[in-house]
């Protein structure tokens, strides 16, 4: 028989500070309805039922932190201990998040609110792999080519076709011990070259500050989509529609 481990005390953090450009709507993207549901709650619910998640935190939109938490009341989420306002980018909200559980010692879940159908097996997932790694990605192979370019006389010019075999599409949560998630974004605000260039996603922050952290890969789904278009409301209403027993592949 082997000694039960400790247990280690997750957090997940919902990053919804942003105000959803590329959808164009008057109110922040997360707050959009899909299945008699806000996203923003659809993301928090995922957490809050998640035997694994101990607390979770919010980080909403500035000036829709009221309208979070009365979203928080009305459906008895227990788990949410707060909502907090986020920064003017995904990389400031993720930081005012990690100085706000300074002092814990736990395994922070970061995951986009514009992920509405974050699946259970991942969230399991993710916290099972934080016990041997730490730091983890969620990703899915990618199904297209992809291809990187450089300028040319008239513009740009595709200048490499990458091996699609090595390639993957970075999901969320991206999910850290929090020691280490903290070290590398303390390390990379306070580095000039950092400042303003604002990275696209957290495993990336840990990779330019602190390379020999190994980085594994959790994987993802064709579910866990991102709502950053307007026809992304319209597949993620069809997916939640389906439900996980629709024969939806995972990937
Ligand atoms: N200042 C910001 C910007 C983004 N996000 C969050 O990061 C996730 C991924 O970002 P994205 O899809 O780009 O959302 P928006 O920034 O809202 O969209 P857009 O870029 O179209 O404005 C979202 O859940 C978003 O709310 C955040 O917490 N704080
Ligand atoms: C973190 C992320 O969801 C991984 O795919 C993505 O990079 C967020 O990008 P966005 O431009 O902030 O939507």
């Known amino acids: 028989m082997t000694a039960r481990e400790p247990h280690r005390?997750?957090?997940?953090?919902?990053?919804?500070?942003g105000v959803g450009r590329r959808i164009g709507r008057d109110t922040p993207k997360q707050l959009i309805e899909?299945?008699?549901r806000t996203i923003l709650e659809h993301a928090i619910a995922a957490f809050d039922?998640?035997?694994e998640i101990d607390e979770v935190v919010v980080m909403m939109a500035p000036g829709f932190a009221e309208?979070?938490?009365?979203?928080v009341a009305r459906n008895g989420f227990a788990k949410v201990g707060r909502v907090l306002e986020g920064g003017a980018s995904r990389t400031e909200t993720t930081w005012r998040a990690l100085r706000a559980l300074e002092g814990q010692d736990c395994d922070v879940l970061?995951?986009?609110?514009a992920r509405p159908l974050l699946e259970p097996r991942i969230i399991t997932e993710c916290v099972a792999a934080l016990r041997t790694h730490a730091a983890v990605e969620v990703a899915i192979p990618s199904s297209d080519t992809v291809v990187v370019t450089a300028p040319g006389p008239y513009g740009e010019v595709v200048s490499e076709v990458p091996d699609r075999s090595?390639?993957?599409?970075?999901?969320?949560?991206?999910?850290f011990r929090l020691p280490v998630i903290r070290e590398a974004y303390e390390r990379a605000f306070a580095d000039p070259a950092f400042?303003?260039?604002q990275a696209t996603d957290d495993c990336g922050v840990v990779l330019r500050y602190l390379p020999d952290v190994p980085i594994h890969i959790v994987p993802g789904s064709e579910r866990n989509m991102k709502v950053t278009h307007p026809v992304d409301v319209l597949v993620a209403e069809t997916l939640l529609r389906l439900g996980d027993g629709s024969?939806?592949?995972e990937s």
């Open 67 to 71: 309208e979070a938490g009365r979203l």
């Open 49 to 51: 039922a998640a035997p």
């Open 110 to 113: 970061l995951h986009d609110a």
């Open 247 to 249: 024969g939806v592949p």
């Open 9 to 17: 005390r997750a957090v997940g953090v919902v990053l919804a500070g």
């Open 166 to 175: 090595r390639i993957w599409r970075a999901q969320t949560p991206q999910c």
């Open 34 to 36: 899909i299945g008699g």
């Open 195 to 197: 400042g303003g260039r």
